[in-house]
């Protein structure tokens, strides 16, 4: 069982849709940290959130951390083909190390 | 600045072969982290340095060794190839702290047949 779920699992949408991927967990955390990953590549972070109720934006990407630090959605608007990748959430807390999801993998088609 | 870097890229063990994964990073961050990406399964943390002289278990340490003996380098060993130990390896460093932000190599693609 995985600290971290993130779901849905895989996502293909065309150009121009919204969506909502999300990043569930029993557990507190201190912070959340989501990151994109293209094949062949290391995972590039993209925002780190730390305050319940936090909301984050990076420009077409809406980062929410709940309000009991245990779980994260990332919403992206009108995606497009280069939002295609392997989106990761990562958390820790005084108790556990660095952790990841196992990912959603978001096919966005032109 | 190269940022984390990782060699090699792709290699191919026996089982029972030993091998060292290096990684090095020229940030002057102090946490260095390895990393073991399976399909389907996230990444896992396999070791972490805190700083030169010292390191610790993660979540999935047995079969790998670690040592920390400049801030720059954290060479990852594998002592007896298994075919689970099959995988691609990320190494990772933050600045600050075991949740900094962490900046990631490229990965090694490691075949155990």
């Known amino acids: 069982t995985q600290l971290l779920e993130q779901s849905p699992q895989f996502l293909s949408i065309q150009e121009g849709e919204n969506l909502t991927v999300y990043c569930n967990s029993s557990?507190?955390?201190?912070?959340l940290q989501w990151y994109r990953q293209e094949p062949g590549e290391g995972p590039v972070l993209l925002v780190t959130?730390?305050?319940?109720?936090e909301v984050k934006k990076l420009k077409r990407l809406t980062f929410q951390f709940g309000d009991a630090r245990k779980d994260s959605s990332l919403h992206i608007t009108a995606a497009q083909p280069g939002d295609t990748g392997l989106y990761l959430c990562?958390?820790?807390?005084?108790?556990?190390?660095?952790?990841f999801g196992a990912g959603t993998r978001l096919t966005v088609k032109p | 600045n190269a940022g984390v870097t990782q060699t090699p890229k792709f290699r191919i063990l026996k089982i029972g072969q030993s091998m060292t994964l290096q990684c090095a990073q020229d940030m002057n961050h102090n946490y260095m982290y390895w990393y073991r990406q399976d399909p389907g399964m996230g990444l896992k943390l396999i070791y972490y340095s805190v700083g030169a002289g010292i390191t610790d278990k993660g979540e999935v340490p047995n079969g790998y060794n670690v040592s920390r003996s400049t801030t720059e380098d954290f060479p990852l060993r594998l002592e007896l190839a298994a075919p689970s130990q099959t995988s691609v390896y990320f190494c990772?460093?933050?600045?600050?702290?075991?949740?900094?932000?962490?900046?990631f190599g490229p990965g090694t693609r490691l075949t155990v047949t």
């Open positions: 959130v730390v305050t319940g109720g």
């Open positions: 990562a958390a820790n807390s005084k108790e556990v190390d660095m952790r």
């Open positions: 557990s507190v955390f201190s912070s």
């Open positions: 990772a460093s933050s600045l600050s702290s075991r949740a900094g932000e962490q900046y």
